[in-house]
T-cell receptor
């Protein structure tokens, strides 16, 4: 158990809908990362937050957005869903401190199926 | 480019050693990581190596780093069926806080 929790575990929805994925980082970690893992594209970095502020952005679509709240949990919002958005969405957390390994610890993921 | 490259598949016999290879592009990488992903699960950190090290050993795992060639390998001794998983190589660069992941190597074990 990495200490990172994600809900829900599974989500099935229809095209055009909007969903929210939730992540709670490990105790003490200030950074949260979101990744998308699909069969044909491997693990894609989406976005990182550090202590409530956006720190780095990857291949995140405009239809997707994220935020990190004062209690450090994070939400990833996916809207106008398309079939191709079906994937595993992982959250990871790290201390966010410079100068160290800043190892990322991954949650169990949310499997999103868009029908 | 940003690529961290790995071969997609590796098949080894149970009890043999597995060697999973990875190449990266940025010589400023500070830490290099190996993660394991079992079916239906998230990524689990296996080990990491700092860029000023050549080798790191942890029980059945040996990480070798050739900084000149930007080549990283993970050797699993006495491979067991429980080692079946996808193994991801990742690098962290000094100039960035994000980590770049390879595409993963699927390790399968045959009896």
């Amino acid at each position: 158990d990495s200490g990172v929790t994600q809900t829900p575990k599974h989500l099935i929805t229809a095209t055009g809908q909007r969903v929210t994925l939730r992540c709670s980082p490990r105790s003490g970690d200030l950074s949260v990362y979101w990744y998308q893992q699909s069969l044909d594209q491997g693990l894609q970095f989406l976005i990182q937050y550090y202590n409530g502020e956006e720190r780095a952005k990857g291949n995140i679509l405009e239809r997707f957005s994220a935020q990190q709240f004062p209690d450090l949990h994070s939400e990833l919002n996916l809207s106008s869903l398309e079939l191709g958005d079906s994937a595993l969405y992982f959250c990871a957390s790290s201390s966010g401190r410079e100068g160290g390994t800043d190892t990322q610890y991954f949650g169990p993921g949310t499997r999103l199926t868009v029908l | 480019g940003e690529d961290v490259e790995q071969s997609l598949f590796l098949s080894v016999r149970e009890g043999d050693s597995s060697v999973i290879n990875c190449t990266y592009t940025d010589s400023s990488s500070t830490y290099l990581y190996w993660y394991k992903q079992e079916p239906g699960a998230g990524l689990q950190l296996l080990t990491y190596i700092f860029s000023n090290m050549d080798m790191k050993q942890d029980q059945r795992l040996t990480v070798l780093l050739n900084k000149k060639d930007k080549h990283l390998s993970l050797r699993i001794a006495d491979t067991q069926t429980g080692d079946s998983a996808i193994y991801f190589c990742a690098e962290r660069r000094s100039s960035a806080s994000k980590i770049i992941f390879g595409s993963g190597t699927r390790l399968s074990i045959r009896p």
